[in-house]
């Protein structure tokens, strides 16, 4: 019937036009993903700066935000701050100052007390000494010697101008004096030696915290060896 005719066509015309829409929104869609794909190809990967074709491959390689790795640890960092990375990085290599040898920077230390070919250096004179520190010691003339009248800290090299000079030095210590005639002839006659007896030194004594004081350093040093003031 006439009726039956026109719903049929009515239906038909709606499915075309269903399907026509659903066309149209793929088409849409495939649209703005080729201009997001488009988009993204003018952009900095790293920096998300907008490029233009001839200078994208260029921005890229120089891009401040570039990403690498670290040639020791492997750690991801940015151009940037990849040379302040490498001078901390606890894996870049450090050479031993006495082998030479390098190690990652986070051995050297271990390495740098147990080291073979490490010298060793006097704290007094800073020599090199291939001998025994201790018997080193006994001979150095730098070690520090407390002085007996001021007990201030002296260079064994230094300490007899020191002792002959010092300030605390008592001043009425006697000089030795040859033996009198009269003793002379004493000892001839009666075959004894008679030998003079000097008066004992008045020495001026300091107090024992400034002593302790004025120790303290050489006690520091000395004990480094197992030697004692």
């Known amino acids: 019937s006439t009726q039956s005719t026109w719903e049929?066509?009515?239906?038909?015309?709606?499915?075309r036009l269903l399907l026509q829409e659903q066309e149209e929104a793929r088409e849409a869609e495939l649209e703005q993903k080729r201009r997001s794909e488009r988009l993204a190809e003018m952009t900095c990967a790293y920096c998300g700066k907008t490029l233009t074709s001839s200078t994208k491959m260029v921005h890229e390689?120089?891009?401040p935000q570039r990403k690498t790795k670290c040639q020791f640890c492997k750690e991801t960092v940015s151009e940037t701050s990849k040379e302040?990375?490498?001078?901390?990085c606890p894996a870049r290599p450090v050479a031993c100052e006495w082998c030479h040898i390098t190690y990652p920077a986070y051995e050297i230390e271990n390495h740098l007390e147990t080291c073979d070919s490490r010298e060793t250096i006097c704290d007094?004179?800073?020599?090199?000494i291939e001998e025994d520190m201790e018997e080193h010691l006994k001979e150095c003339e730098y070690v520090p010697i407390p002085c007996s009248?001021?007990?201030?800290?002296?260079?064994k090299k230094h300490l007899d101008v020191h002792l002959s000079s010092c300030s605390k030095k008592p001043k009425d210590l006697p000089k030795p004096t040859s033996p009198s005639k009269a003793k002379i002839e004493r000892s001839v006659s009666i075959?004894?030696?008679?030998?003079?007896?000097?008066?004992?030194?008045k020495r001026q004594l300091?107090?024992?915290?400034?002593?302790?004081?004025?120790?303290?350093e050489l006690e520091r040093k000395m004990s480094k060896y197992g030697m004692s003031v």
């Open 149 to 155: 009248y001021c007990h201030t800290n002296v260079t």
């Open 191 to 201: 075959s004894e030696p008679i030998h003079d007896e000097p008066d004992e030194p």
């Open 124 to 128: 007094f004179c800073a020599q090199v």
């Open 61 to 63: 390689a120089t891009c």
């Open 8 to 15: 049929q066509r009515l239906r038909e015309d709606q499915e």
């Open 84 to 88: 302040i990375h490498i001078d901390e």
């Open 206 to 216: 300091t107090e024992a915290e400034l002593e302790e004081l004025e120790l303290l």
